[in-house]
Each structure stands twice: as C-alpha cells, then as structure tokens.
T-cell receptor, first 112, second 115 residues
C-alpha cells in the first residue's frame, strides 16, 4: 500500500543554514504530495504542495520538487530562521481517496 | 471567525467524566476529520465525515463518539477515557473527499489530559 517515509529528527541547525528534510513515498500512479508544518502549540498548516511529476511547490522560502524517478519530495530552504522551528510533515493524497497518508513528522530546531 | 476553530483548547478530565470537543469550519467545506496526535507517534485518523455522513471509522474505541449535525460542525463526545487517551485532538476539513479536493485545513487542536 501507499506509504510515506521521512527522515527522523530532530534536525538541529544554526540560523541561516541550508535545510533539507527528506521525504520519499511508495505509491502507484501519480499521487499529490504535500508538506505541512506544525508550530508549537498549534495545528497543522499546509506549507506547499505539488500535484504532478516535476511540479515545484514553494511558499515562505521553502521549496519541494515532485520527483517521480526517485519517488521523493524533499523539502528545502536556503537560509533558515529561528521562527522556522517546528515539526514538518510530508503527506500523500490520491485522486480516488480522501485520506492523506502521513509521514511521522520531522522536528526542526533552529538555534540563533 | 475564519478557518477551522476548536474548543476548548485545553481539557483536563477524570476517567469517569463525560465531555465533548467541538470543531467548527468556516470554509464551506464538505468533509471533516478527527485526528489524534500523541507524542512520538504518527498522526492517527479517527473519523471522517462527508456531507454529514460518517465514511470512516478507523477502529476507534467506543468511548469516543463523533457527531456531525451539519457540514460546518463536528463534535467528539468523550466518556470513561483512559490515561493513554491523553493527546492533542485535531480537527480538519477539506473541500471534498476525493480528487484534488483532499487538501486538508486544520484547527489548532484540543490538548486533552486524562487523569
């Protein structure tokens, strides 16, 4: 069945460092892919999404490219800030199903 | 109010109490969800409603009872809970339940502590 695998956290970086959080998926066909972010004490917010191969989703300086050949959707940011400290979730959605398949989440800690 | 709201934000209850969590969405969506988020565990989908009808119940214990009186409101009724039920309960909504309508919008959650 469908699944999503994220890199384990926590990931600890210094401010202005380059960020990559890996996400790979197992699925047939062409699912939609999402990154959600959860700031401390809050619910999840959609950060970005991509609905077909080679699409690049971007928002707030974050980017992720839907790579069909490597079944990946890695999240990147060129220069992180302390305010980016949060838990990041990768998720997969299908046209035929309402459920999102969730990764376990990766906690990101940015130190000043 | 905009988006998805949840009340209360925090709840402490004893194992013999009965309480309810409330969720309201102001987005005109047709589907609503309850999730349980426990520390160091993946997000768990509990219930899904589409157009006020339950379409999914992921083997959730009967001490959790959902109610969806209309497409904007969702409740989770709690009774005789166990300490292991302590978690963050998240409500979400989406425009529909299939196709490109499965993007979900979340409320801030209710932090539940069962003593």
């Amino acid at each position: 069945g469908d699944s999503v695998t994220q890199m384990e956290g926590p990931v600890t970086l210094s401010e202005e460092a380059f960020l990559t959080i890996n996400c790979t998926y197992t699925a047939t066909g062409y699912p939609s892919l999402f990154w959600y972010v959860q700031y401390p004490g809050e619910g999840l917010q959609l950060l970005l999404k991509a609905t077909k191969a080679d699409d690049k989703g971007s928002n707030k300086g974050f980017e992720a490219t839907y790579r069909k050949e490597t079944t990946s959707f890695h999240l990147e940011k060129g220069s992180v800030q302390v305010s980016d400290s949060a838990v990041y979730f990768c998720a997969l959605g299908r046209d035929s199903n309402y459920q999102l398949i969730w990764g376990a989440g990766t906690k990101l800690i940015i130190k000043p | 109010e905009t988006g998805v709201t949840q009340t209360p934000r925090h709840l402490v209850m004893g194992m013999t109490n009965k309480k309810s969590l409330k969720c309201e969405q102001h987005l005109g969506h047709n589907a609503m969800y309850w999730y349980k988020q426990s520390a160091k565990k993946p997000l768990e989908l509990m219930f899904v409603y589409s157009l006020e009808e339950r379409v999914e119940n992921n083997s959730v214990p009967s001490r959790f009872s959902p109610e969806c009186p209309n497409s904007s409101h969702l409740f989770l009724h709690l009774h005789t809970l166990q300490p292991e039920d302590s978690a963050l309960y998240l409500c979400a909504s989406s425009p529909g339940t299939s196709g490109t309508n499965n993007e979900q919008f979340f409320g801030p959650g209710t932090r539940l502590t069962v003593l």
